[in-house]
């Protein structure tokens, strides 16, 4: 055990002067250094309780946090349990209260100086279930790992403050099983990123462990931006404004896999930039388990000012697949809001869902304006400057699912009121299409097909190829032209 001799140690009554003194029996391990170096606080019991601090023959997670919050440096809570075995259960009820706010400047890593795997810590809140209390309150600058956090009456993680980090790649959370949601972030904050976790299900994938209503939820407003403020310009198929808010990524293993949660894997009520990349939403990360699917995938409502951008090129494509209602869903009102490139299938009621007052109010694509020509080309009308990007569609697992859009072909921009492309990959008689467009300066996401069937000039009988358009609301299927495979 190293002495602590550069940053102040915990602060106890009547003991200021024993600084050296006190570090000997606390559970500390730190350096001198040119900069201040955090506590590291072990816990090393798994009863929740207070005793005396947190020392090194007996620290418990909740006198952990106590320490950290008195201590006034940067601090981190580890794990390392001298007996028994992974999982390691650490139930919430001392004199039945919740456990204290963590105030910030804190890393708490279960992974950290042991050889454990993520979720071998958990935190359990069943015995405080008659109590409207979260599992963790986290101040700012506060960075979590590899804790599987459970059964709250509320939230898993709830958080008012910036600079937050959940989850990373290969050391991210399970947050399962809690009332309300898995993760709720509310108010004006800055800098946030949950990337790795998985929230409704674990590391095998199980079902049975979504939170009552949201894998997260966000309730947050920048007024920076101002509600009716100016409209933010897309420039290129990334996110191009100050990340503010990330939910996954596109690196190795930034992606969340959020499941089987009882309304929505996320819900964004309010407006702010916030990005939502590489996750598997309804799924695993093959794309291929049915069992998995939250109510709806994404919910935006609310959102009037900032950018949220919902997918993108190459490893910034969402999986959202298996939720019992649409997709992506965009309620009146809200705007700026683009959806682009992700894999969309097999969900229950659309692939994209807007209100007709939605994302700037913008009119879609005309209905029944693409054709397949022969060898595969397809090509349709629609505004100049509008990208119009191409799918194809999957129903296997999900027959008779609306249309929706799987397998990306390619994107197009619109000149002289036209766009033509040959598909990226081949093409056979059967196949489903999807053609979605979107302007950029305004955020358009969607297009459109009322249901019924196209004018006759757009059909040749007895093709059996379909193909669709998204609509505000409803998708549907029309045969078009029938196509060889592009050679």
Not at 30 to 54: E, H, M
Not at 217 to 224: G, L, T
Not at 275 to 292: E, K, P, S, V, Y
Not at 468 to 483: F, L, V
Request: aromatic share 6%; charged share 15%; proline share 6%.
């Amino acid at each position: 055990m190293k002495i602590f001799r550069s940053a102040p140690c915990p602060r106890l009554p009547n003991f200021k002067s024993l600084v050296i003194v006190t570090a000997l029996f606390f559970g500390l391990e730190a350096a001198a250094s040119s900069q201040t170096l955090p506590i590291v606080y072990t816990v090393n019991n798994i009863v929740d309780t207070i005793i005396g601090g947190c020392t090194t023959g007996h620290c418990t997670f909740r006198e952990a946090i106590l320490a950290a919050n008195q201590d006034q440096v940067p601090s981190e809570i580890r794990f390392n349990f001298p007996t028994g075995s992974a999982p390691y259960l650490i139930k919430v009820k001392y004199q039945h209260t919740p456990l204290p706010a963590a105030q910030g400047d804190l890393v708490i890593d279960a992974l950290a100086g042991n050889n454990y795997s993520v979720g071998d810590v958990i935190i359990d809140g069943l015995n405080v279930d008659d109590l409207p209390v979260p599992g963790l309150t986290i101040g700012a600058n506060t960075e979590i790992y590899g804790l599987r956090i459970q059964r709250f009456p509320t939230y898993g993680i709830i958080s008012t403050e910036s600079i937050v980090t959940i989850g990373a790649p290969e050391k991210g959370n399970i947050l399962v099983q809690n009332n309300l949601a898995g993760v709720f972030l509310l108010g004006m904050p800055d800098s946030l990123k949950i990337q790795g976790n998985f929230i409704g299900t674990n590391p095998s994938f199980g079902e049975g462990f979504g939170n009552g209503d949201y894998g997260i939820i966000m309730s947050i407003f920048d007024d920076s931006l101002g509600g009716g403020g100016p409209q933010h310009n897309f420039a290129g198929d990334f996110f191009q404004a100050g990340l503010a808010i990330e939910i996954g990524g596109i690196g190795a293993g930034q992606g969340n896999i959020i499941c089987s949660n009882g309304q929505a894997g996320i819900k964004l009520n309010g407006y702010g930039d916030f990005g939502i990349r590489g996750n598997f939403i309804g799924t695993d990360t093959l794309g291929t388990a049915t069992h998995l699917g939250n109510g709806n995938g994404i919910e935006i409502s609310g959102h009037v000012a900032g950018i949220t951008t919902i997918g993108g090129t190459g490893n910034a494509s969402n999986t959202i697949a298996h939720n019992a209602g649409p997709g992506v869903a965009v309620t009146a009102g809200s705007k700026n809001v683009l959806i682009s490139r992700n894999r969309i299938y097999c969900n229950g009621t659309a692939g994209i869902e807007l209100d007709a007052t939605s994302n700037n109010g913008i009119t879609p694509l005309a209905d029944s304006n693409f054709t397949v020509m022969n060898p595969g080309q397809i090509s349709g009308t629609a505004n100049n400057g509008d990208i119009i990007e191409v799918f194809k569609n999957d129903t296997t697992g999900c027959e008779g699912a609306p249309c929706q859009g799987k397998t990306f072909l390619g994107s197009v921009t619109v000149s002289n009121s036209q766009w033509s492309i040959l598909p990226s990959s081949a093409l056979s008689s059967g196949d489903e299409i999807t053609v979605s467009g979107k302007v950029l300066e305004k955020f358009q996401a969607d297009g459109e097909q009322r249901p019924g069937q196209p004018p006759a000039s757009a059909l040749q009988p007895g093709s059996g190829h379909r193909a669709q358009q998204k609509t505000h609301g409803s998708q549907a299927c029309a045969p078009t032209s029938a196509i060889a495979p592009r050679m």
